[in-house]
């Protein structure tokens, strides 16, 4: 059946002689009206002229009867003059005077001959299929108005068929992005009225108007015309209004859009496969579609912004398709020059297209196009420039390497994306006698050495591998993905070699020697910067003994004693030993100055390495696959604290842990979080969540919050306010408590923190969540906050975190007071 219909589709022949028989129509049904008016005694020209107008005016009032814009079919109803002509002139003469009316609207609105001639001889071929049926239906005994009713439903019936049968057939193959080419909603809406007006008209002109007595016929013709056209005057107006309210809504959403991120949405499916097919059928260049197989443009590239730029065309102007393709517009569509042309190739245009049956393009739609088109290049030349600016931030001018900054960005990339067992290692490079060489030969030889240099170590390394040059006489290399130690000193020997190699600058033959110093990760980094400073010692220490009169004419490679699987050892030890300390931090009310709760927080001191950062703590326990072990540890031994607390100061009511959000399901620590409150009726065990793990929250991870909940537990939101804070996490995730960042109060002078401070207290008020607010270091501070309404706060102005014993002895000499005393010693005080 498709290969059936393709070849009705492309054949030139079939299409000739649909346009010839419509046209032929036209002509005959135009000749016969002008005849009968010529041989008509009566004086019909007023009507006639009138009829003309009116069926020009209904012409231009489209009708579409698919929910699809601009891809199902459209139709006009001139048909509905020809009640009110009829009775004044004869059914032939009123057919003839629609099909003129047409005819000149067409030719004005497009100025495409060919499809007003079609136009018209459909409409002509719609009026004689009425009147067939009037005559029929008339004959058969029917009552007028109800011949009339059947004759408009035959007119809609048979221009819709020929309407879909010249897209299925003749037309280009269109997608309907799910849509549908009929909507039986608006079909029927289109027989209902048709019906109801043509009717009407009719009674009218047979019965006379309602409101006239004893009007010439003639007369009552004109006035049914003349409303006619006034309804549909109105119609078109108020849809011209939607239309350029729609264009406006899509010019704002399209430039938007081009401007934040050309490649954040796909193409329209269904604009596509009808820019795809229009494609095919002009033989354009593959730019044209988005095949499944073919690359995804990168994003912020020119061909990623010129495919935004189609889809945004289709939104904003309203079209069947749009191409891009290496020639401007043919009659029904309108183009633009790609202003991009100069960046992706030879000169292309972007090519909107209409269906020969849709509205025709208007200047306003030519000028959005202009205006889209201009606006996509100054969004590619804006990329361009900070992609120049970008890459020469980060470039060594020199030798055209990556600088420190970007050394240090790509290596921080790498170690955090990285699967946790992938080793990398970082070599540093030092050039020896580099001040010398530069003092004997001059700058330009050291220029050139260095070039060379860095050329040899581009060339020795694997392509995944980064070289960077970081200092005068400096270099860095990443190496990735390895397996052993052993690959990456085998490497680091191959650079030895390769950049120990004579060099010819000018007249002088050099010898480069350098020094390697080579730390090697085996896991995932949680300072990578500490894996830099052991190679660049690793190296110093090759210069020092050089000094002290170690070998001093080889290059040389020293391998650092990196204690990053050291540091794993000790974390994973002291997790499964059950190790990990706690440090307790009060949460105080600013209304009472007492102390209501405590946060638990991680803690672990080594015999030789002394205390280790807790969020190094968090991360290795995260990448060793133990935090919910960890987890488990704190809350265990932060809820038995507080049983200890809450016997020496009742008031100590909560205590705070720290988990991700997906540690509370079932499967990994929600039940065992469950079991625990219950042994603790009288502590309440909140839960503090940390905004970045907020991203991945689940409906699952939702309804756990709240069964938590329900239970007595608490859930805070922790951290709010930091670099990713969004309003979006107020809502994402049940809370009863919302803690804000320090990096919130750290001015409290500043009116907009104060309005920030206040309108997050008047949210929590009306969402039904406490707000703690962090990082309160002095008594002005806390005053501020007072004097805003915040009623809880914590920081170094209430106690620092302390062991387990020096808080219970704060307990036992201030009890809940939330500022110890000036005078006490810092020990009692925190």
């Not at 006379?208 to 016929?217: K, S």
């Not at 939104?315 to 633009?336: Q, Y």
Request: proline share 5%.
């Amino acid at each position: 059946m498709s290969d059936f219909v393709g070849g009705i589709r492309n054949s030139r022949g079939v299409k000739r002689l649909a346009f010839l028989t419509f046209a032929g129509i036209a002509f005959a049904l135009i000749l016969a009206s002008i005849v009968l008016l010529l041989n008509d005694p009566s004086n019909s020209w007023l009507i006639a002229a009138v009829g003309v107008v009116c069926a020009a005016v209904l012409e231009l009032t489209w009708v579409r009867v698919g929910s699809v814009a601009h891809r199902s079919p459209m139709i006009s109803l001139p048909v509905l003059a020809l009640p009110a002509l009829a009775p004044s002139l004869t059914l032939q003469a009123s057919a003839g005077l629609i099909v003129l009316g047409v005819l000149l609207a067409i030719l004005i609105e497009s100025g495409r001959t060919a499809v007003a001639l079609y136009s018209a001889g459909l409409q002509g071929a719609g009026a004689l299929v009425a009147m067939g049926l009037f005559t029929w239906a008339g004959g058969g005994g029917l009552p007028i108005l109800a011949a009339v009713a059947a004759a408009s439903v035959g007119y809609v019936v048979f221009i819709i068929a020929i309407e879909v049968l010249r897209q299925r057939f003749l037309a280009a193959p269109l997608g309907y992005g799910g849509g549908r080419p009929l909507s039986p909603l608006r079909v029927l809406l289109v027989l209902v009225g048709t019906v109801v007006v043509t009717v009407t008209a009719a009674y009218w002109n047979y019965v006379g108007l309602p409101f006239l007595v004893e009007v010439d016929a003639t007369l009552d013709a004109v006035i049914v015309l003349f409303a006619l056209m006034i309804v549909a005057a109105l119609v078109k107006v108020s849809t011209m209004m939607t239309v350029m309210r729609s264009r406006l809504a899509g010019m704002v959403a399209a430039a938007s859009a081009l401007a934040a991120d050309p490649a954040a949405e796909p193409i329209d499916p269904a604009i596509v496969k009808g820019a795809a097919a229009t494609s095919a059928r002009d033989n354009t260049c593959p730019a044209t579609s988005t095949a499944a197989d073919a690359p995804a443009p990168e994003p912020g590239s020119p061909a990623a912004v010129t495919d935004l730029l189609r889809r945004v065309v289709a939104d904003a102007i309203g079209v069947e398709s749009v191409v891009v393709r290496g020639e401007p517009a043919r009659p029904g569509e309108i183009s633009m020059l790609l202003p991009l042309a100069g960046v992706t190739g030879p000169a292309q245009y972007i090519v909107a297209r209409r269906d020969a049956m849709d509205g025709a393009f208007t200047g306003n739609d030519r000028r959005a196009l202009q205006a889209l088109a201009t606006t996509a290049e100054m969004v590619v030349r804006a990329r361009r420039n900070i992609a120049g600016l970008t890459l020469r931030a980060n470039t060594d001018p020199l030798t055209s390497l990556p600088n420190y900054g970007a050394f240090q960005e790509a290596l921080a990339n790498i170690n955090d994306h990285r699967d946790y067992s992938e080793a990398l290692a970082v070599l540093f490079i030092d050039l020896d006698e580099f001040k010398r060489l530069n003092d004997r030969f001059g700058h330009q030889t050291g220029d050139d050495v260095l070039r060379e240099l860095g050329r040899r170590l581009s060339a020795v390394v694997r392509p995944h591998d980064v070289v960077a040059r970081v200092g005068g006489d400096e270099f860095v290399v990443i190496l990735t993905h390895l397996a052993s130690l052993a690959e990456a000193k085998s490497i680091a020997e191959r650079i030895l070699v390769v950049a120990g190699e004579p060099m010819v600058i000018g007249q002088a033959t050099h010898s480069p020697i350098i020094s390697v110093g080579l730390a090697y990760s085996a896991h995932r980094e949680t300072d990578v910067n500490q894996l830099v400073q052991d190679a660049d010692r690793s190296m110093l220490a090759i210069k020092k003994s050089r000094r002290r009169g170690g070998p001093s004419k080889e290059s040389s490679l020293n391998i650092s004693s990196h204690r990053s699987s050291q540091m794993n050892d000790i974390i994973a030890h002291a997790i499964d030993e059950d190790l990990l300390e706690l440090a307790f931090q009060p949460i105080v009310s600013l209304v009472t100055g007492q102390i209501w709760a405590f946060e638990a927080l991680v803690r672990y001191t080594h015999p030789d390495l002394g205390p280790l950062s807790p969020p190094s703590i968090v991360e290795k326990a995260k990448g060793l696959g133990r935090l919910d072990a960890m987890t488990r540890q704190v809350a265990v031994k932060a809820m038995a604290a507080a049983a200890d607390f809450r016997l020496v100061e009742p008031s100590v009511v909560c205590m705070t842990i720290n988990v991700e959000a997906g540690q509370i399901l079932p499967e990994r620590m929600g039940t065992y979080i469950e079991d625990l409150a219950e042994r603790y009726p009288g502590i309440s065990l909140c839960l503090e969540l940390n905004e970045r793990s907020m991203t991945k929250v689940t409906p699952a991870i939702r309804r756990q919050a709240d069964r938590l909940r329900d239970l007595g537990l608490m859930i805070a939101l922790d951290d709010y306010g930091s670099q990713d804070s969004s309003v979006d996490a107020l809502v994402r995730m049940p809370m009863d408590i919302l803690k804000i960042d320090r990096s919130l109060v750290d001015d409290l002078d500043d009116i907009r923190q104060r309005e920030v401070l206040t309108a997050l207290q008047g949210f929590g008020d009306n969402l039904e969540y406490s707000m703690i607010v962090e990082g309160v270091e002095n008594d002005a501070m806390a005053d501020h906050l007072s004097a805003l309404g915040i009623r809880s706060a914590q920081g170094f102005h209430y106690g620092v975190p302390e062991s387990f014993e020096r808080t219970l002895s704060r307990l036992e000499l201030h009890g809940a007071r939330a500022v110890v005393p000036r005078s006490e010693p810092a020990a009692a005080r925190g």
